[in-house]
C-alpha cells in the first residue's frame, strides 16, 4: 500500500488499466496495475539505486526480481562524471548486474548529437572523465587550457573541480563564438550526506556570465529519450520510467506519454509534487516498496 498525503486526491486520472481503491479519509490508495504488460525499465541511478557510493536499500534485490521476470532495463543517468566501464563496476560492487550496453548517460547522449551535427568541432571541455571519455570514443577534438586553437563548442559537464580559472575560459571561449552545450540541466546531485552543486550550476554561471543560452542535452530533453528508444528498441506503451528527480525524470516520462514512478530516496519528496505541480503516475518510497506492489495480486 503505498502511503501518501491527502493532496494526492488532486491526482486527475490514472491510466485505464489501473483499479484504484480509496480508504474511507481519502488519504491512501492502492493501485493495481496489469504489470505484466511492462516488459522495460527505464531506472535513473543517483537517488534511486545509491547515494554517492551506497546502495539503497532494497536495489539489489529488486533488480535480481527484474531479470527474473525477463525484463530489459536500462540505467539511465544524467550523472556525466563516470565512464560506462566504471557505472558496470559500481553497480557490480552494489551486486546489480549491467552491462555496458544498458548504460544510457547525459556523456553517451551529448557525445552522440556532438558527433552526429558537429563531427570536425574543437571543444573546450568542462566536466569528468565520462564526458570526455564519451567525446573522444566518438571522434571530437578536446583542445587542452593551455591551447590557443580556436573553440568551437564549451561542453559542460559536472565538475567538483569547477574553478575560476575554467569559469574564465570558458566564459571568454563562449565571447570568442563558441557554441555552449551542456550535458544535463540538473541544479543539484545527491551524495550521501546531502545535495551538491550538479552540471546546471555550473552551465547557469557560464550563461550568466557570457548573456547566452546553452543548449542542453539529457533529461528532460527528448533528444534524451529518443536517444535511448534508438539503442534499446524499447516501445513506450510497454515501459515504465522510475526516478527521484521531477523536473527531470519525470517531465520527461510524462512528455513522453511514459508510466512513471517517483521513489523518494532521492532529491524530491511528496511534498515537491503539490509545490511544482507535476504530478508522476505512482510514488513510493523506495524500491522496497515498489517491488511489494508489482507483487501483489488485484482486487476484483
Given at each position: 500500500?503505498?502511503?501518501?498525503?491527502?493532496?494526492?486526491?488532486?491526482?486527475?486520472?490514472?491510466?485505464?488499466?489501473?483499479?484504484?481503491?480509496?480508504?474511507?479519509?481519502?488519504?491512501?490508495?492502492?493501485v493495481y496495475l496489469t504489470w505484466e504488460r511492462y516488459k522495460n525499465f527505464i531506472v535513473d541511478m543517483d537517488g534511486v539505486i545509491y547515494r554517492g557510493k551506497y546502495p539503497l536499500p532494497g536495489s539489489d534485490d529488486f533488480f535480481r526480481f527484474l531479470r527474473e521476470r525477463k525484463s530489459?532495463?536500462?540505467?539511465?543517468?544524467?550523472?556525466?562524471?563516470?565512464?560506462?566501464?566504471?557505472?558496470?563496476?559500481?553497480?557490480?560492487?552494489?551486486?546489480?548486474?549491467?552491462?555496458?550496453?544498458?548504460?544510457?548517460?547525459?556523456?553517451?547522449?551529448t557525445a552522440y548529437y556532438v558527433a552526429k551535427e558537429n563531427p570536425q568541432s574543437k571543444v573546450f571541455c568542462i566536466g569528468e572523465e565520462g564526458i570526455r571519455d564519451e567525446l573522444k570514443k566518438n571522434g571530437i577534438k578536446?583542445?587542452?587550457?593551455?591551447?590557443?586553437?580556436?573553440?568551437?563548442?564549451?561542453?559542460?559537464?559536472?565538475?567538483?573541480?569547477?574553478?575560476?580559472?575554467?569559469?574564465?575560459?570558458?566564459?571568454?571561449?563562449?565571447?570568442?563564438?563558441?557554441?555552449?552545450?551542456?550535458?544535463?540541466?540538473?541544479?543539484?546531485?545527491?551524495?550521501?550526506?546531502?545535495?551538491?552543486?550538479?552540471?546546471?550550476?555550473?552551465?547557469?554561471?557560464?550563461?550568466a556570465c557570457t548573456d547566452t543560452k546553452a543548449k542542453v542535452f539529457g533529461k528532460p530533453r527528448p533528444e534524451s529519450i529518443q536517444f535511448l528508444l534508438e539503442m534499446t528498441g524499447f516501445s513506450i506503451g510497454d515501459t515504465?520510467?522510475?526516478?527521484?528527480?521531477?523536473?527531470?525524470?519525470?517531465?520527461?516520462a510524462k512528455q513522453q506519454n511514459i508510466f512513471s514512478i517517483l521513489v523518494l530516496t532521492g532529491v524530491h519528496?511528496?511534498?515537491?509534487?503539490?509545490?511544482?505541480g507535476i504530478i508522476p503516475d505512482m510514488i513510493v518510497e523506495n524500491l522496497i516498496e515498489l517491488k511489494k506492489i508489482m507483487l501483489m495480486k488485484g482486487e476484483a
Open positions: 500500500m503505498i502511503k501518501l498525503k491527502s493532496w494526492i486526491s488532486e491526482w486527475s486520472s490514472l491510466l485505464s488499466y489501473h483499479r484504484v481503491l480509496y480508504s474511507k479519509k481519502g488519504l491512501r490508495r492502492r530489459k532495463i536500462a540505467f539511465f543517468s544524467n550523472n556525466s562524471t563516470i565512464t560506462k566501464d566504471q557505472y558496470v563496476d559500481k553497480l557490480k560492487k552494489m551486486d546489480i548486474y549491467a552491462i555496458k550496453d544498458e548504460i544510457i548517460s547525459s556523456s553517451s547522449i578536446i583542445i587542452d587550457d593551455s591551447s590557443r586553437e580556436k573553440v568551437d563548442l564549451v561542453i559542460v559537464g559536472m565538475d567538483r573541480h569547477f574553478n575560476f580559472d575554467k569559469l574564465t575560459k570558458a566564459m571568454r571561449h563562449v565571447l570568442n563564438g563558441a557554441q555552449l552545450y551542456g550535458t544535463n540541466p540538473d541544479l543539484t546531485y545527491p551524495m550521501e550526506d546531502g545535495l551538491i552543486p550538479g552540471c546546471g550550476a555550473i552551465l547557469a554561471s557560464i550563461e515504465i520510467l522510475i526516478g527521484d528527480r521531477l523536473d527531470t525524470d519525470i517531465v520527461l519528496q511528496g511534498e515537491d509534487v503539490k509545490k511544482t
